[in-house]
Nanobody, 116 residues
Framework: QVQLVESGGDLVQPGGSLRLSCAAS????????MSWYRQAPGKEREVVAV?????????NYADSVKGRFTISRDDFKNTVYLQMNSLKPEDTAVYYC????????WGQGTQVTVSS
């Protein structure tokens, strides 16, 4: 059974940091491209960061998070991370983990709220 379980979402003040985790099971994690998406209220889901398979040599980021967010993966722990620094109120959203190869899987999401 495929599972993607996100954790780490929280309420944080502007300028703060959070690290999101996504634990995967039920598929060969290392073979899959992993991504973080987010969806703010009233907006469409958007891709935030992508990391390539097998160690994650290649990464890509949305322009809105470049220089502030870092995606990484641990293929031994079957986990992908999103380190978020210098958070802004506009980063407030539900953050979703996505696994993609020939199939695509989604997690249930974790809420990140940036507010003073």
């Amino acid at each position: 059974q495929v599972q993607l379980v996100e954790s780490g979402g929280d309420l944080v003040q502007p300028g703060g940091s959070l690290r999101l985790s996504c634990a995967a099971s039920g598929f060969t994690f290392s073979n899959y491209f992993m991504s973080w998406y987010r969806q703010a209220p009233g907006k469409e889901r958007e891709v935030v960061a992508v990391i390539s398979s097998s160690g994650g040599v290649v990464t890509n980021y949305a322009d809105s998070v470049k220089g502030r967010f870092t995606i990484s993966r641990d293929d031994f722990k079957n986990t992908v991370y999103l380190q978020m620094n210098s958070l802004k109120p506009e980063d407030t959203a539900v953050y979703y983990c996505n696994a993609r190869l020939y199939s695509q899987y989604w997690g249930q999401g974790t809420q990140v709220t940036v507010s003073s």
